[in-house]
């Protein structure tokens, strides 16, 4: 047996030995992701292509019947309702990004602004509210936001609200505990972008005379703009599929996709349609990830965001 | 004189926005200590409803089984995710990317999704086998899925951040590989094992909708409980249990913060 050989049999057994080990190490967590969470998932989805039995539990045959009903075809005929509650996820959805984007945005620049050393206390001042259990962070807020609290007085007072309704249970009340919920996820972002920000850049615009919004929205504003992304996904797509705010600020009436999904499960009503809506929110979860991968190659190193 | 000015219209906003994101948990802090019944205003202070916090039984379970969920499964996402992050270490060099995206599918699925699919699993796995009655095993399961790839990704950040020449120094040192693993790479990843299990414990104690959907009946946790009792109507001793909740959490991650922190000194210093 010449040297050669020997050498190619060590090698091949230790390949079969880090295939053994990498089998050893992965296997227990990948197994356990894929039984628990993968299979779940896959039977959901296929949950929604079938009818609904009785108890709301699924049987076959399969059809398309959950996904008329998200889109308000009912046994009698049009009842929007559902399709309202959709809309309603994608308004509430963007109009809490868009004003989480306009707290963030300064707050984030007004952070880098200040001394190294307490930066980092800073950003840690905003994210320890979100350490919180969110039921008990939403509680507050109807605390803050019941009749006759000094908030709801001064807004009747302003003529904001009719006399002794309170803030809350409403729509503007599911905005404000949704931007509430989701500052931090902006500032963390876009802060990484503001400190990697090249000041040259604006020294040039201001040595050319641009004016300040100007010297902003061309040098500034482009370069944080990978920031502002990513955390408009990370804002935008738990906010489409959040479920505890409207449950407890909003009341009957502004309920959003994951009260509507929870319903048809915790009653047991109608597993197919909540499994539709499910489906959506998986899909607006994926376009998102894509979203955030081409930024991330942008960003570089855009997986740190996520945590 | 123009940027002054910029400057402290910044700084009044950041502090309007600090009383912003505290004054909800000031107002639970605050009102768990009122004297009386009444939700909307202060009329004295006292301790009374930490009092009857002791007394109420079923507050007493859900705290155990909140700690019983949170400790179980915190132990058993560190083992499992310790093994994941260094084997992702070890064969970084494979194209691992079916495994990346594994990981991260916990982090980025909906809360709701996530709790849902496994709900409609347990039930009718249950149906078809009689195994895994809703209840805290399922709650332990479901918990040890989310927090596995954060024990994950903590412990092989912390291996990428070692030099790769300990390794073989270790394999000189020490003969067998159980050797290795004892005296070599469980002290030297020691902080990250501690972060991540605290990391865990805290996810699992926040957590409220994947418990509340994988939950039995006999199972509540006391976020279970707590958005039980607001559904029902607000009870004072809500912000009394909340207000302990708060700072217990606040603690645990103080001490995960502190771990993490230690963990990029060290690995500042070997670099």
């Known amino acids: ?307 | 004189m123009r940027k002054r000015t910029l400057k402290r219209g910044l700084t009044a906003f950041w502090w309007i926005t600090l009383v912003f994101l505290y004054l909800p948990l000031a107002v639970v802090v605050l009102f768990s200590f009122n004297a009386s019944n009444s939700a909307a205003s202060m009329t004295g202070l006292s301790l009374r409803w930490y009092h009857q916090l002791l007394g109420n039984e079923q507050i007493m379970t859900a705290f155990g089984n909140t700690l019983v969920l949170a400790i179980c499964s915190s132990v058993i996402a560190l083992v499992i995710g310790c093994l994941i992050g260094y084997g992702m270490y070890r064969h970084r060099h494979r194209k691992l990317g079916w495994l990346i995206v594994l990981i991260y599918l916990p982090i980025v699925l909906p809360d709701i999704v996530f709790g849902i699919s496994e709900m409609a699993f347990f039930v009718q796995f249950h149906r078809l086998t009689g195994l895994l009655q809703p209840g805290l095993g399922t709650m332990i399961i479901a918990h040890v899925t989310f927090q596995i790839p954060f024990v994950a990704l903590i412990v092989y950040s912390r291996f990428v951040g070692l030099d790769p020449t300990l390794f073989e120094a270790a394999k000189d040192l020490y003969a067998t590989p159980v050797k290795r693993v004892v005296h070599f790479m469980l002290p030297t990843i020691k902080p990250a094992l501690i972060s991540a299990f605290f990391l865990s414990f805290t996810l699992s104690v926040d957590d409220f909708v994947i418990s509340f959907f994988t939950a039995g009946p006999e199972s509540a946790t006391l976020p279970i409980y707590i958005w039980g009792a607001i559904k029902k109507g607000v009870s004072p001793e809500i912000n009394a249990i909340a207000t302990l909740m708060i700072g217990a959490v606040a603690i645990a991650a103080a001490i995960s913060l502190l771990f993490s922190r230690k963990n990029q000194h060290s690995r500042k210093r070997q670099s």
């Open chain 1, 1 to 307: 047996m010449s040297t050669n050989t020997i050498a190619v049999m060590g090698r091949s057994q230790g390949m079969v030995r880090e295939a053994r080990h990498l089998l050893f190490t992965v296997a227990p967590g990948a197994l356990w992701i894929v039984i628990f969470l993968v299979l779940p998932s896959l039977y959901l989805m296929a949950v929604a292509f079938m009818t609904n039995g009785p108890y709301g539990l699924p049987q076959m045959p399969l059809s398309l019947n959950s996904f008329k009903q998200l889109a308000g075809v009912g046994f009698l005929g049009w009842s929007p309702g559902n399709l309202y509650t959709l809309l309603r996820s994608l308004w509430q959805t963007l109009v809490a990004t868009g004003l989480v984007v306009l707290v963030a945005y300064p707050l984030a620049y007004y952070i880098t602004t200040c001394r190294a050393k307490w930066r980092p206390i800073m950003l840690l001042l905003v994210v320890v509210p979100s350490w919180t259990n969110q039921v008990i962070r939403t509680f507050g807020w109807m605390n803050l936001l019941a009749p006759g609290t000094p908030l709801s007085n001064a807004a009747e007072v302003l003529g904001f609200i009719s006399p002794n309704m309170g803030l809350y249970p409403s729509n503007f009340a599911v905005t404000l505990g949704l931007v509430y919920n989701f500052l931090p996820f902006m500032v963390l972002p876009l802060y990484a972008a503001f400190e990697k920000l090249d000041t040259a850049q604006v020294e040039a615009a201001q040595d050319l005379y641009a004016k300040p919004t100007r010297a902003f929205w061309h040098a500034v504003f482009p370069q944080t703009l990978p920031g502002l992304l990513a955390g408009i996904v990370l804002v935008a797509i738990p906010a489409f599929g959040m479920y505890v705010i409207p449950e407890l600020l909003g009341g009957g009436k502004a309920m959003m996709l994951g009260n509507l999904v929870a319903t048809q499960f915790s009653g047991g009503s109608n597993w197919p349609l909540g499994a539709a809506g499910a489906i959506l929110m998986l899909i607006a979860t994926f376009i998102g990830l894509f979203a955030m991968r081409r930024i991330g190659k942008r960003l570089g190193g855009g997986e740190e965001v996520v945590i």
